[in-house]
């Protein structure tokens, strides 16, 4: 334990499994007690049953702005502050099955659906967050975004739009509370190809699994799935005292994928 975030009061959404779950570990790693939360009660409240003694769970739905008032009420009372948030709840559209996610076939519920946890529930995480932070006058928000956000994805408008709408929110948040006097700082991160349980279903559990892994990150320059370890080791520099001049920027943790195509005279 190096302890990079000693003794840093903390609150991670969608903790329950994947990304969040990397992020709450690493947090109290450093040093960081953890407020473990995720609609999923059983899933959230075993990662926090796991981390021990610096993580306790709090059922949170992002979507419900009385349920945010309620947890960092309780936060407050418990350790009278709040030192980083960091906003990851979020869903693709998928998780019930395929649906047109398309700009011409997409329902309009469906569209709805992904935008009030992506959107709605970081505007409501960030807003509360603010709130609290004004108690000491600092800290630090993390949105996790996607390399959705920054590109077009034809066959998921609402993800894509959902997430770009979050990068452009954490430099609005940036702004705002550098311009009340806050040093709150909010910086988004953008994973790609991250290997979490929502690749699940298409990589399955056959013996095709490594050449569907393979596939799946052909045009990867690294030719790997990125692990959800190396985003949750982004969102602790930006959460740590390191980063102190970062704000309203966005880090991509992608293994090259955005930086072009890699010369390989093989393929």
């Not at 047109?100 to 967050?129: I, Y």
């Not at 991160?189 to 596939?215: C, F, I, Q, S, Y």
Request: net charge neutral; aromatic share 4%.
């Amino acid at each position: 334990m190096s302890e990079r975030l000693r003794d840093k009061v903390t609150l991670v959404t969608g903790a329950g499994r994947g990304i969040g779950e990397a992020v709450a570990r690493a947090f109290a790693d450093e040093g960081a007690f953890v407020c473990v939360t995720d609609r999923d009660a059983p899933s959230g409240r075993a990662v926090a049953e796991a981390i021990g003694d610096r993580a306790r769970f709090a059922p949170l739905d992002v979507r419900d702005e009385a349920a945010w008032a309620a947890v960092m009420a309780d936060l407050l009372a418990r350790h009278g502050r709040l030192d980083v948030l960091v906003n990851n709840a979020g869903v693709t559209g998928f998780e019930n099955g395929p649906v047109a996610q398309d700009p011409e076939h997409a329902a309009l519920a469906d569209w709805r659906a992904v935008h009030v946890t992506n959107l709605d529930g970081v505007f409501l995480g960030c807003k509360h967050a603010i709130r609290a932070m004004r108690r000491t006058g600092a800290g630090a928000i993390v949105n996790i975004s996607s390399r959705s956000g920054l590109v077009g994805i034809p066959m998921a408008a609402a993800y894509a739009s959902s997430k770009a709408a979050v990068r452009n929110h954490t430099k609005t948040v940036a702004l705002y509370c550098a311009g009340q006097g806050l040093n709150v700082r909010c910086n988004s991160v953008h994973p790609a190809a991250v290997l979490t349980p929502m690749w699940e279903p298409m990589l399955g559990n056959g013996p095709d699994r490594a050449e569907r892994m393979a596939a799946l990150v052909a045009d990867t320059p690294l030719q790997r799935f990125g692990r959800t370890e190396e985003v949750a080791a982004v969102c602790v520099m930006l959460a740590s005292d390191e980063a102190p001049y970062m704000t309203g920027t966005e880090i991509t943790i992608d293994g090259g994928l955005l930086a072009g195509t890699a010369a390989n005279p093989g393929r």
